[in-house]
Protein backbone atom coordinates (compact mmCIF):
# COMPACT_ATOMS: atom_id res chain seq x y z
CA UNK A 1 0.00 0.00 0.00
CA UNK A 2 1.43 3.48 -0.94
CA UNK A 3 1.58 5.24 1.62
CA UNK A 4 0.23 9.64 0.90
CA UNK A 5 1.23 12.14 2.90
CA UNK A 6 -0.23 15.68 2.88
CA UNK A 7 1.02 18.84 3.97
CA UNK A 8 0.31 22.50 3.98
CA UNK A 9 2.29 24.52 1.89
CA UNK A 10 3.56 26.93 4.66
CA UNK A 11 6.16 26.43 7.29
CA UNK A 12 4.90 25.89 10.76
CA UNK A 13 7.80 26.10 12.49
CA UNK A 14 9.19 29.24 14.08
CA UNK A 15 12.93 29.01 12.75
CA UNK A 16 13.32 27.70 8.40
CA UNK A 17 16.17 26.41 6.97
CA UNK A 18 18.78 28.66 6.09
CA UNK A 19 18.67 29.89 2.53
CA UNK A 20 21.85 28.67 1.67
CA UNK A 21 20.97 24.87 3.18
CA UNK A 22 22.07 22.17 1.32
CA UNK A 23 20.43 18.51 2.17
CA UNK A 24 20.87 15.14 1.05
CA UNK A 25 18.51 12.53 1.51
CA UNK A 26 20.12 9.22 1.83
CA UNK A 27 17.31 6.27 1.04
CA UNK A 28 18.03 2.72 2.13
CA UNK A 29 17.39 0.42 -0.91
CA UNK A 30 19.38 -3.19 0.23
CA UNK A 31 17.68 -6.13 -0.65
CA UNK A 32 16.28 -6.34 3.23
CA UNK A 33 13.89 -3.31 2.35
CA UNK A 34 10.52 -4.34 0.30
CA UNK A 35 8.73 -2.16 -2.78
CA UNK A 36 6.32 -1.16 -0.52
CA UNK A 37 8.28 0.22 2.14
CA UNK A 38 10.50 1.63 -0.59
CA UNK A 39 8.05 3.73 -1.57
CA UNK A 40 7.33 4.65 1.82
CA UNK A 41 10.43 6.25 1.94
CA UNK A 42 9.85 7.88 -0.55
CA UNK A 43 7.03 9.61 0.39
CA UNK A 44 8.70 10.29 4.18
CA UNK A 45 11.24 12.68 1.97
CA UNK A 46 8.67 14.13 0.04
CA UNK A 47 6.55 14.86 3.20
CA UNK A 48 9.91 16.40 4.59
CA UNK A 49 10.75 18.78 1.53
CA UNK A 50 7.21 20.05 1.95
CA UNK A 51 7.79 21.02 5.56
CA UNK A 52 11.31 22.35 4.78
CA UNK A 53 9.63 24.60 1.85
CA UNK A 54 12.53 23.99 -0.31
CA UNK A 55 12.97 26.21 -3.63
CA UNK A 56 15.80 26.79 -6.49
CA UNK A 57 17.44 30.02 -4.58
CA UNK A 58 17.76 27.47 -1.47
CA UNK A 59 17.22 26.02 0.50
CA UNK A 60 17.85 23.11 -1.89
CA UNK A 61 18.07 19.33 -1.99
CA UNK A 62 20.07 16.50 -3.49
CA UNK A 63 19.25 12.89 -3.24
CA UNK A 64 21.36 9.13 -3.06
CA UNK A 65 20.24 5.82 -3.28
CA UNK A 66 22.18 3.10 -1.71
CA UNK A 67 22.58 -0.78 -0.94
CA UNK A 68 25.28 -2.36 -2.12
CA UNK A 69 27.04 0.75 -3.65
CA UNK A 70 25.51 4.20 -3.85
CA UNK A 71 24.22 6.36 -6.84
CA UNK A 72 23.84 9.92 -7.11
CA UNK A 73 20.43 10.34 -8.32
CA UNK A 74 20.43 14.49 -7.80
CA UNK A 75 23.53 16.78 -6.76
CA UNK A 76 21.72 19.64 -4.52
CA UNK A 77 23.57 22.06 -6.47
CA UNK A 78 21.97 20.71 -9.63
CA UNK A 79 18.47 21.28 -7.45
CA UNK A 80 15.83 23.29 -9.26
CA UNK A 81 12.26 23.03 -7.46
CA UNK A 82 10.06 20.62 -5.80
CA UNK A 83 8.40 19.29 -8.63
CA UNK A 84 11.79 18.20 -10.63
CA UNK A 85 13.28 16.96 -7.00
CA UNK A 86 10.13 14.52 -6.64
CA UNK A 87 10.08 13.32 -10.15
CA UNK A 88 13.84 12.59 -9.32
CA UNK A 89 12.42 10.87 -5.93
CA UNK A 90 9.61 8.92 -7.38
CA UNK A 91 12.12 7.73 -10.48
CA UNK A 92 14.98 6.57 -8.36
CA UNK A 93 16.11 3.14 -8.55
CA UNK A 94 16.63 0.17 -6.57
CA UNK A 95 20.14 -1.23 -5.83
CA UNK A 96 19.53 -3.74 -3.64
CA UNK A 97 22.36 -6.22 -2.47
CA UNK A 98 23.74 -5.76 1.22
CA UNK A 99 23.42 -2.62 3.35
CA UNK A 100 26.02 -0.13 3.10
CA UNK A 101 25.52 3.70 4.49
CA UNK A 102 29.25 3.95 4.96
CA UNK A 103 29.68 4.40 1.26
CA UNK A 104 26.77 5.93 0.60
CA UNK A 105 27.87 8.43 3.54
CA UNK A 106 31.63 9.00 1.47
CA UNK A 107 29.51 9.74 -1.61
CA UNK A 108 27.48 12.57 0.27
CA UNK A 109 30.56 14.08 1.98
CA UNK A 110 32.19 14.51 -1.74
CA UNK A 111 29.70 16.55 -3.12
CA UNK A 112 29.25 18.57 0.02
CA UNK A 113 33.00 19.31 -0.25
CA UNK A 114 32.19 20.06 -3.73
CA UNK A 115 30.20 23.38 -2.90
CA UNK A 116 30.88 26.90 -3.57
CA UNK A 117 29.11 28.52 -0.38
CA UNK A 118 29.62 27.68 3.09
CA UNK A 119 26.10 27.38 4.19
CA UNK A 120 24.80 24.46 6.28
CA UNK A 121 25.18 20.80 5.28
CA UNK A 122 22.47 18.34 6.23
CA UNK A 123 22.41 15.05 5.85
CA UNK A 124 19.13 12.60 6.26
CA UNK A 125 19.94 9.09 6.55
CA UNK A 126 17.05 6.48 6.36
CA UNK A 127 18.31 2.91 7.12
CA UNK A 128 16.45 -0.28 7.95
CA UNK A 129 18.81 -1.85 9.99
CA UNK A 130 22.95 -1.61 10.42
CA UNK A 131 26.16 -1.78 8.22
CA UNK A 132 26.70 -5.14 6.67
CA UNK A 133 29.75 -4.51 4.97
CA UNK A 134 33.11 -4.54 7.06
CA UNK A 135 35.16 -0.63 6.81
CA UNK A 136 38.48 -0.50 7.94
CA UNK A 137 39.49 2.33 10.38
CA UNK A 138 40.87 4.34 8.32
CA UNK A 139 37.84 4.91 6.06
CA UNK A 140 36.29 5.08 9.00
CA UNK A 141 38.23 8.02 10.38
CA UNK A 142 38.52 9.66 7.00
CA UNK A 143 34.70 9.85 7.10
CA UNK A 144 34.61 11.24 11.03
CA UNK A 145 37.08 13.97 9.80
CA UNK A 146 35.23 15.12 6.62
CA UNK A 147 32.22 15.29 8.68
CA UNK A 148 33.44 17.47 11.27
CA UNK A 149 35.32 19.83 8.76
CA UNK A 150 32.92 20.26 5.98
CA UNK A 151 30.39 20.99 9.79
CA UNK A 152 28.00 18.17 8.24
CA UNK A 153 24.86 17.72 10.24
CA UNK A 154 23.71 13.77 10.29
CA UNK A 155 20.55 12.95 11.31
CA UNK A 156 19.54 9.59 11.21
CA UNK A 157 16.05 7.71 10.78
CA UNK A 158 16.57 4.33 11.86
CA UNK A 159 13.56 2.02 10.88
CA UNK A 160 13.28 -1.26 12.69
CA UNK A 161 12.16 -2.63 16.10
CA UNK A 162 15.64 -5.02 16.08
CA UNK A 163 18.38 -2.19 15.84
CA UNK A 164 21.11 -1.73 17.88
CA UNK A 165 21.22 2.39 18.59
CA UNK A 166 24.43 2.22 20.48
CA UNK A 167 26.22 1.55 17.00
CA UNK A 168 23.80 3.63 15.02
CA UNK A 169 24.19 6.59 18.00
CA UNK A 170 28.36 6.55 16.68
CA UNK A 171 26.79 8.10 13.48
CA UNK A 172 25.30 11.49 14.62
CA UNK A 173 26.90 14.25 16.63
CA UNK A 174 24.12 14.59 19.32
CA UNK A 175 22.12 11.77 20.51
CA UNK A 176 19.06 13.60 19.40
CA UNK A 177 20.44 12.97 15.88
CA UNK A 178 19.12 9.93 15.76
CA UNK A 179 15.48 8.91 15.27
CA UNK A 180 14.13 5.00 15.68
CA UNK A 181 11.11 4.62 14.52
CA UNK A 182 9.26 0.72 14.90
CA UNK A 183 8.82 0.12 11.72
CA UNK A 184 8.01 1.65 8.00
CA UNK A 185 3.81 1.96 8.71
CA UNK A 186 4.66 4.53 11.59
CA UNK A 187 7.54 5.92 9.73
CA UNK A 188 4.71 8.99 8.39
CA UNK A 189 4.21 10.01 12.09
CA UNK A 190 7.53 10.86 12.28
CA UNK A 191 7.79 13.81 10.04
CA UNK A 192 6.79 16.71 12.21
CA UNK A 193 9.43 15.50 14.79
CA UNK A 194 12.24 15.30 12.81
CA UNK A 195 11.66 18.36 10.61
CA UNK A 196 11.24 20.14 13.90
CA UNK A 197 14.81 18.89 15.26
CA UNK A 198 16.22 20.01 12.28
CA UNK A 199 15.28 23.28 11.81
CA UNK A 200 16.30 24.06 15.36
CA UNK A 201 19.50 21.96 15.16
CA UNK A 202 20.76 22.56 11.40
CA UNK A 203 22.97 26.09 11.83
CA UNK A 204 25.03 24.27 14.76
CA UNK A 205 27.74 22.72 13.39
CA UNK A 206 28.35 24.53 10.48
CA UNK A 207 28.86 27.74 13.31
CA UNK A 208 31.33 25.63 15.17
CA UNK A 209 33.30 23.70 12.56
CA UNK A 210 36.51 25.48 12.46
CA UNK A 211 36.66 23.85 16.18
CA UNK A 212 36.57 20.27 17.97
CA UNK A 213 34.30 18.08 18.84
CA UNK A 214 34.76 14.23 19.75
CA UNK A 215 35.28 12.27 16.56
CA UNK A 216 33.51 9.23 17.37
CA UNK A 217 34.51 5.52 14.87
CA UNK A 218 32.23 2.60 15.36
CA UNK A 219 33.32 -0.82 15.69
CA UNK A 220 32.16 -2.80 13.13
CA UNK A 221 31.48 -6.87 12.93
CA UNK A 222 31.48 -9.39 9.93
CA UNK A 223 27.24 -9.88 9.98
CA UNK A 224 26.11 -11.90 7.53
CA UNK A 225 22.33 -10.96 8.04
CA UNK A 226 20.54 -7.85 6.11
Known amino acids: MLCILYFSEYNVYSKPLKADTDILFFLDSSRSVSSTDYDKEKDFIKALTQVFLLKGRGPRAGLIVYGASAKTVLHPQNYTNRNDFNSK ?11 NFYKALHLGIRLFSSRTSSGPNIAILLTSGENVVDINTASLQDLALSRTRLGV ?5 AIGSELNKGRLLNLVPRPGDLVMVDSYDTLASK ?3 IARHVQLTHGMLNEIKHTSYKVKVPLLQNRSHT
Request: aromatic fraction near 10%; avoid cysteine.
Open 153 to 157: NIYVV
Open 89 to 99: LYGAPRIGGSR
Open 191 to 193: VQV
